[in-house]
T-cell receptor, first 115, second 112 residues
């Protein structure tokens, strides 16, 4: 089944404890992206990647890191999480080099709480 | 920076009526405008999209219109049904990058 998976789905952690949220897609998509969703603010793009070893900042990259060592995986890293990073996180992917014209497929989401 | 404004934030309509959601973007070079539907507790899913070289696109009860001069685009849902109740997000792709800017969402309630 073609899909985008994220793990974990739920995470409660404490300030300053490094964490990684994994994202994987099995559709051979070139474009991958991370978003956070907060009430009243909609979806905001954190980072995106056009292909392996190519990543760029989205609208709200501060406090996050990403890597794209393999085409299928795009992990989101919070080196020192803070309470303002409590949010619902979505990973998404879309096919082909013409990423601007392709549907993004979203993962199921990761609800993160930082105490 | 780039911005997408979306209105209204909430919209209630009677079943069978039409619903219209409007978005305005700031980057005049934006060239791709998708609309996503997000049901409660679910992930966003694309329902329709439009490119900057097209003025209107329809898919059954859903249509999107684009006015490049005014820098706004709208989602039109006709003959609304209870299953149309959800949060709808517009987005714009900034030209020269592959960065998406989303609107803040519209919660649509279709009253039976």
């Amino acid at each position: 089944e073609a899909q985008v998976t994220q793990n974990p789905r739920y995470l409660i952690t404490v300030t300053g404890k490094k964490l990684t949220v994994t994202c994987s897609q099995n559709m051979n998509h070139e474009y991958m992206s991370w978003y956070r969703q907060d009430p009243g603010l909609g979806l905001r793009q954190i980072y995106y990647s056009m292909n392996v070893e190519v990543t760029d900042k989205g609208d709200v990259p501060e406090g996050y890191k990403v890597s794209r060592k393999e085409k299928r995986n795009f992990p989101l890293i919070l080196e020192s999480p803070s309470p303002n990073q409590t949010s619902l996180y979505f990973c998404a992917s879309s096919p082909g080099r013409q990423a601007s014209y392709n549907e993004q497929f979203f993962g199921p989401g990761t609800r993160l709480t930082v105490l | 920076g780039e911005n997408v404004e979306q209105h209204p934030s909430t919209l209630s309509v009677q079943e069978g009526d039409s619903a219209v959601i409007k978005c305005t973007y700031s980057d005049s070079a934006s060239n791709y405008f998708p609309w996503y539907k997000q049901e409660l507790g679910k992930r966003p899913q694309l329902i329709i999209d439009i490119r900057s070289n097209v003025g209107e696109k329809k898919d059954q009860r859903i249509a999107v219109t684009l006015n490049k001069t005014a820098k706004h685009f709208s989602l039109h849902i006709t003959e609304t049904q209870p299953e149309d109740s959800a949060v709808y997000f517009c987005a714009a792709l900034t030209s020269g990058t592959y960065k998406y800017i989303f609107g803040t969402g519209t919660r649509l309630k279709v009253l039976a």
